[in-house]
């Protein structure tokens, strides 16, 4: 488990929080739903209340993390700065990627080359959902 909540090691009685997951392509429709969450992940990281996870169903972020990784993000913190990694609705879409500011245009860029860069506009619908928090490799 990878993570930047902090380096220190976990004790048993540290509290568990459980964590919903959601895939890129059920998102919306499962996020906004007042169902109970199919599936969840219950980790020992403390008082993080919003923390949602992802289930990765695609190659864009490899090798950083890889397809089947749960990737954890914060929906309270939506401060971001350059390189960081973020939950993004693009064009009514969500993806995962890399944020950059540069000479005022804001770029999503992907670790895995084979995956263009998205130069982002005015018309683009742009929202930062949450914030890179740590991953599971599965």
Same mark, same amino acid.
């Given at each position: 488990y990878y993570s930047t909540f902090s380096s220190k090691e976990l004790k048993i009685e540290d509290p568990v929080v459980k964590i919903p997951i959601f895939t890129l392509n059920s998102f919306e429709k499962d996020y906004s739903s007042s169902n109970i969450f199919k599936e969840n992940v219950t980790l020992p990281i403390g008082n993080s209340e919003n923390l949602k996870a992802i289930k990765i169903d695609n190659d864009s972020m490899e090798p950083f993390f890889n397809k089947n990784s749960l990737v954890l993000f =914060?929906? =309270?913190?939506i401060n971001i700065s !350059? !390189?960081? @990694?973020g939950l993004f609705k693009i064009n009514d879409k969500y993806s995962i990627g890399r944020y950059y500011l540069n000479n005022g245009f804001t770029i999503i860029?992907? =670790?895995n080359k084979k995956h263009s860069p998205v130069v982002i506009n005015k018309k683009s619908g742009f929202? @930062? @959902?949450g914030i890179y928090k740590g991953h599971i490799s599965i």
């Open positions: =914060d929906f =309270d913190e !350059n !390189n960081d @990694i860029s992907y =670790d929202m @930062i @959902i």
